[in-house]
């Protein structure tokens, strides 16, 4: 048994973890609240980059759906008309070949073992630039080179070096804290009341694994697929329903294999579970089966498959869902803390807006086109239909 395996047994165990565990524990705390330290009192400097950075993380070790969340927010934030790029340490690259300090900019070319599954499922769904590299400071330069105006680091809770203006947190809701305990006794990288700074905390997926000492308000993740598609990138999508009542083999090489398992029993399936560890670099082996059943994977371990995988292997989308008032305030908070406002384009002439508050509320007004665009619960609303005609002796030209 592998040591991820046994761990992740320890951490979600209902009996306490072994002795000599939670022995290490305490140092481990030790070692974190130090390097917050050095950071809170300045023998550290964060470094700021040209752009706003808004931070998506998490406080445990592995599946909590920050994928789906990231490709989620970057496809709101290109919507509403930003320049927005992902920078990520890139995670599930080869060992084999030294991982350099290099930033890698990832495009449809790039292969999983370069650059990492996620970061290559992230720019192939979200269809925005994505940054490699260790050093996400680094990454985030070479994003803003590129035009980003914003960045959106994946993953990057810890990498204190990369100052930042927004931070989202997501739990996910099957595990939660799992045991409770830090890291190697748990699966915490930091104590949970380290929430209690952040933007907003996201709760992921179907669960309602206790969050005590949490005592902030949450906002609900839901994920959803219902389409398989071919991995090896041929053929037609087909309706996860059609599959209901029959036997398949499902791989899950994440970081919580048993939610895909869950998810395919939810849709009435009979999965037969192959775990396989978070990042897992799959050989056409693992895909062979003699008894003719359908193959199902999630998106991130199709993007590994896609070269060697035979036709009855499928990959299950899943993309974040938030009830309509829930995505909207948290898409409002993510914009005012992270003082995106300032730095939006008008969409007709790509000219700078300014916004300006009025009564009931704040406008964002492009002086070139003599325009008002709306904000309505924080979100503005970057469209010309939407946005009202000012006179040229309007006092909002004036500010
Ligand atoms: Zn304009």
């Known amino acids: 048994m592998s040591i991820e395996r046994y761990l992740q047994g320890v951490w979600y165990a209902r009996r306490p973890p072994p002795w000599w565990l939670r022995l290490l524990s305490p140092l481990y705390g030790f070692l974190v609240r130090l390097r917050h330290a050095?950071?809170?009192?300045?023998?550290?400097?964060?470094q700021r980059v040209a752009a706003p950075v808004i931070v998506v993380g998490n406080l445990t070790v592995g599946g909590t759906g920050k994928t789906p969340f990231v490709i989620w927010l970057v496809q709101c934030l290109a919507e509403l008309g930003y320049r927005v790029a992902v920078v990520t340490r890139g995670y599930g690259r080869s060992h084999s070949r030294r991982v350099t300090n290099d930033v890698l900019r990832v495009d449809g070319s790039c292969r999983a073992e370069e650059v990492g599954d996620e970061a290559l499922l992230i720019s192939r769904r979200a269809q925005v630039p994505v940054y490699v590299c260790r050093d996400r400071v680094a990454a985030a330069r070479a994003a803003?080179?590129?035009?980003?105006?914003?960045?959106?680091?994946?993953?990057?809770?810890?990498?204190?070096?990369?100052?930042?203006?927004?931070?989202?947190?997501?739990?996910?809701?099957?595990?939660?804290?799992?045991?409770?305990?830090l890291l190697p006794a748990g699966p915490l990288r930091e104590d949970p009341s380290r929430a209690a700074r952040a933007t907003a905390i996201v709760v992921t997926g179907e669960g309602d694994a206790p969050l005590a000492p949490l005592d902030r308000p949450t906002i609900r993740m839901q994920l959803e697929g219902s389409v398989?598609?071919?991995?090896?990138?041929?053929?037609?999508?087909?309706?996860?329903?059609?599959?209901?009542g029959e036997r398949v083999h499902a791989l899950a090489g994440t970081g919580n294999p048993a939610r895909f398992f869950a998810t395919l029993r939810q849709a009435r399936l009979e999965p037969i579970e192959h775990p396989f560890p978070d990042h897992h670099r799959y050989v056409a082996r693992d895909l062979e089966f003699d008894d003719g059943l359908p193959v199902l994977m999630?998106?991130?371990?199709?993007?590994?498959?896609?070269?060697?995988?035979?036709?009855?292997?499928?990959?299950?989308?899943?993309?974040?869902?938030?009830?309509m008032a829930e995505g909207r305030s948290l898409l409002g908070r993510i914009l005012m803390e992270a003082r995106l406002l300032d730095i939006l384009a008008?969409?007709?002439?790509?000219?700078?807006?300014?916004?300006?508050?009025?009564?009931g509320g704040a406008v964002?007004?492009?002086?070139?086109?003599?325009?008002?665009?709306?904000?309505?619960?924080?979100?503005?609303?970057?469209?010309?239909?939407a946005a009202r005609q000012l006179q040229p002796t309007d006092p909002l030209l004036e500010r």
């Open 38 to 46: 050095l950071y809170a009192r300045g023998w550290r400097r964060a």
């Open 228 to 244: 398989l598609w071919p991995v090896n990138g041929g053929g037609e999508g087909r309706a996860l329903m059609a599959l209901a």
């Open 364 to 385: 964002l007004v492009c002086r070139a086109d003599r325009l008002a665009y709306p904000v309505r619960d924080g979100i503005p609303v970057m469209l010309e239909e």
């Open 346 to 359: 008008c969409p007709l002439c790509k000219g700078p807006v300014q916004l300006v508050k009025e009564e």
């Open 298 to 323: 999630t998106e991130k371990d199709a993007v590994k498959c896609q070269a060697f995988a035979p036709e009855n292997c499928w990959f299950l989308p899943v993309s974040a869902r938030f009830s």
């Open 144 to 181: 803003i080179a590129d035009g980003a105006r914003v960045i959106v680091a994946d993953d990057g809770l810890q990498h204190l070096r990369l100052a930042r203006d927004a931070e989202i947190v997501l739990i996910d809701a099957m595990r939660g804290w799992g045991n409770g305990a």
